[in-house]
């Protein structure tokens, strides 16, 4: 490659410009997308967009075929979803824009109305990455804004379910709670004020009175405000294991028991001050934990990958529903290549289901009339109707999803290690304790009571249990907001393991995107031709699309349709039976040049050759892996381009592999010890990512359902694997860290603990700050962290 081709850079998106970039205004395009944004903003006299930032837009690219077609935002279910205002010829809607990045995203955003006069207001928030349109609905309409979105290169992201879906709650009653305790701690101390002002004997009537309204504000403190301490603790016990509520809970017991014998007998006013000050801030150290993990938003969820509608059979009539619509007994029309979103029965078909996710075998099961379908399957093939037995909620789906690595036994090492030492500590606090009480009963009485319960609660390992979950969430933030999803944050700590990387070529090192070079062998014939662009137009496979994108013959009705997973596809056209594939597929010599054979009635009639360009900046990518792990590299061609096989060893390099091949070698190799992150597109390697430690699915479009994966990248985003595989060993550096700091910080409390010197309320407001201390440690560890690791987004126009 020249040095011109590697330092010329498109004017608009900052992608570098191929053999085929676009002049203009004596600027360089990449693409004729580029082109037309720039000449949309020139048009718009928004041209103040590029002095802004350098290099600010996204790069546009084809339309994706992703389950939200520009035509379902004309179906009126879908518009009342996402419409929040309409009246009057007026409409306002909220969408989330993930491609937003600068100062120039915000200002281009917020002029939309220079660019169609139909928007008349746009506003940014830039730290939710939401955008607030209001439009003349009878000018331009929900779809016509979408589509205005996607054409400037700001599509926006459609969010399926409940807005927060996936998202963790404060439950309203810890508030409920709070204030309680808050409000029995503010009058308990104006009741205690005698004693605080040293009462003489003959104020003995008002500050016995004060004692026992003491002890009736306590009251609600203890049997409603800790009640969770409580069950929790209880819950423990019954199973027989140790948590972190019951050394507090212990601790509210043996106040509210001495401060209740002083009280009734009359020899103290007890400590139900210090009980309502410890039980608040106790509760205010359990709503800061419950609000870092409910910030904790891992940007998608099964939701998100659903389509927004599905089309429920009524009579002879469809109709769309969302899919949480479904009742037991609907029927649904699903085409092919659509998810069935439930577990239903076949009644037209036959069908090709896809069930990789559900069993992690690549090749698709064939179903009748009468056969059960489970949701999570894919249609590969015509259209079928399928009868809902289970709606959503209760599909095996659902379940599936929520229970993806939630088996103990595939738990990362250092969450089990936190686990460990949390019980470990816990037991040690205890002993702690206990020698305390009775180190003091020979010394002081008074004082073993103080002493106990600031023991059990300054060292309460809470700031231990949070460490590993802030920091992995964190990380997970982070990824997310640059272009790679996790599934759950525990997969950081899955890919600090990794020793090893396979990849997947086509797709995946390689564009999806390809073009037919030439066919090789005698001229096809008008019908031939519309055989051939029939067949492969019911095939979403890369190879058929560019064949199908590169003809413009005229389609024919397709019948006993079968698409035999990274093998090729057979049906009969127009009377004629049709076979196209690999050699091996089409049991074709293979000298015949070509990897898509074709076979019309038993007689070859020639075969596609078929390029694609690598990745841009892939071979960087490769290249940095490599200097850390063994890369291996599986793929069904016959053959590899010399720009991608330069970046793996001849013996790492595996050509002609089925899906069930690829599957079978990355299994080896987690039996042999290896801990194997597998990379492709999910498409014919579903059964590897299945079978991998780590399975991270690159995609065009991160609205593709690739539940067997761990986390999807996004396409334009190779450069992250790197510098995210090494900020997941730093995550795990700063975990262990943490741990650390927060154990000194416990061994310290406990040293004050233990010679008297903290009360259990000075105790219960230093136990929320250790949590503090490790949040703040982590947050600015993490951001550090990933500023030395992740690719700056800013030097690449992103």
């Not at 935002?73 to 409409?91: H, K, T």
């Not at 209740?260 to 000050?277: I, R």
């Not at 390697?685 to 593709?704: K, Q």
């Not at 997941?728 to 650390?740: D, G, Q, W």
């Amino acid at each position: 490659m020249s040095s011109a081709a590697t330092t010329l850079n498109c004017y608009h998106c900052g992608d570098p410009c191929r053999s085929e970039h676009v002049d203009a205004d004596g600027h360089d395009f990449c693409c004729s997308g580029c082109r037309a944004v720039y000449s949309l903003l020139q048009e718009s006299g928004l041209s103040t967009y590029y002095e802004l930032e350098k290099r600010p837009g996204t790069k546009v690219g084809p339309a994706q075929s992703d389950e939200w077609r520009s035509e379902v935002f004309d179906i009126p279910q879908v518009q009342d979803r996402l419409i929040s205002f309409r009246e009057g010829g007026m409409a306002r809607v909220t969408f989330t824009v993930p491609q937003m990045h600068c100062s120039s995203c915000i200002w281009l955003l917020e002029n939309l109305d220079r660019v169609e006069p139909a928007i008349m207001r746009s506003r940014v928030r830039f730290g939710e990455k939401s955008l607030s349109i209001t439009y003349r609905d009878d000018h331009i309409g929900l779809r016509g804004v979408v589509e205005l979105l996607r054409r400037i290169g700001y599509g926006p992201r459609i969010v399926n379910g409940e807005e927060d879906a996936g998202k963790r709650r404060i439950p309203r009653d810890l508030y409920v709670r709070l204030g309680v305790a808050a409000f029995a701690f503010g009058n308990i101390m104006l009741f205690s004020f005698p004693e605080y002002l040293g009462a003489t004997d003959q104020d003995h009537t008002l500050r016995r009175g004060f004692q026992w309204l003491s002890l009736v504000f306590a009251l609600p403190v203890v049997l409603y405000a800790a009640a969770g301490f409580f069950r929790s603790a209880w819950t423990g016990i019954r199973a027989g294991t140790t948590n972190i509520d019951q050394p507090i809970a212990l601790g509210i017991i043996a106040l509210f028991g001495r401060s209740l014998y002083e009280v009734v007998s009359g020899v103290g006013p007890g400590y139900f001050d210090s009980l309502a000050g410890l039980v608040f801030f106790l509760l205010v150290g359990h709503w800061y934990r419950s609000f870092v993990y409910g910030s904790l938003s891992f940007d998608r969820s099964l939701n998100d990958f659903l389509p927004l509608v599905v089309m429920r059979k009524r009579g002879q009539q469809e109709e769309a529903v969302r899919v949480d619509e479904l009742d037991v007994g609907d029927q649904l029309i699903v085409r092919d290549q659509e998810l069935v979103p439930v577990d239903g029965l076949l009644i037209d078909g036959p069908a090709s289901i896809d069930n990789s996710f559900i069993t992690g075998e690549p090749l698709p099961v064939i179903k009748v009339p009468g056969d059960q379908i489970a949701a999570g399957g894919r249609q590969r093939g015509g259209s079928i109707t399928v009868q809902v037995v289970r709606t959503f909620k209760e599909s095996q789906l659902k379940r599936l999803w929520e229970e993806h690595g939630s088996n103990e036994s595939d738990r990362p090492v250092m969450g089990r290690l936190v686990d460990k030492v949390a019980r470990r500590f816990i037991f040690f606090v205890l002993a702690v304790a206990g020698a305390s009480g009775l180190f003091w009963a020979g010394r002081d009485p008074a004082m073993v009571l103080p002493v106990i319960t600031a023991v059990l609660i300054v060292a309460c390992p809470c700031a231990l249990a949070l460490s590993m979950p802030f920091t992995y969430g964190h990380v997970t933030r982070l990824l997310g907001k640059r272009g790679l999803f996790l599934r759950e944050a525990e997969v950081v700590e899955r890919m600090a393991d990794v020793d090893t990387l396979v990849l997947d070529k086509t797709g995946t090192l390689t564009e999806r995107e390809a073009h037919v070079l030439r066919f090789t062998g005698p001229p096809l014939s008008a019908s031939e031709q519309s055989r051939i662009r029939s067949l492969v137009a019911q095939s979403a496979h890369p190879l058929s699309q560019a064949i199908y994108q590169g003809s413009n013959a005229t389609l024919c009705t397709v019948s006993d349709f079968k698409e035999h997973a990274g093998s090729g596809l057979e049906g009969v056209v127009d009377g004629c039976r049709v076979r196209m594939g690999s050699h091996a597929f089409v049991d074709v010599d293979e000298r015949h040049e070509g990897q898509v054979q074709v076979l019309m009635d038993g007689i070859h009639r020639g075969a596609f050759l078929i390029a694609k360009r690598p990745r841009p900046g892939m071979q960087a990518v490769l290249r940095a892996l490599g200097r850390r792990y063994p890369l291996h590299l599986l793929t069904g061609d016959v053959s590899v381009d010399q720009e991608v096989a330069e970046c793996f060893d001849r013996e790492r390099t595996h050509v002609r592999c089925t899906p069930a091949m690829k599957a079978s070698t990355v299994e080896r190799m987690g039996s042999e010890g290896k801990r194997v992150m597998m990379v492709g597109d999910g498409l014919n390697d579903a059964g590897a990512l299945h079978r991998s430690h780590v399975g991270v699915t690159l995609c065009e479009s991160t609205v593709a359902l690739t539940p067997a994966s761990d986390a999807i990248l996004d396409a334009g985003r190779s450069d992250l694997l790197p510098g995210a595989l090494l900020l997941a060993r730093k995550a795990r550096s700063i975990v262990f860290t943490s741990l650390v700091l927060s154990l000194l910080y416990n061994v310290i409390g406990l040293s004050y603990a233990v010679t008297g010197a903290l009360t259990p309320l000075i105790a219960a407001i230093l136990m929320p700050l250790s949590s503090v201390t490790v949040v703040g440690f982590v947050t600015m560890a993490v951001r550090y962290a990933a500023s030395r690791s992740l690719p700056d987004d800013r030097q690449d126009g992103r």
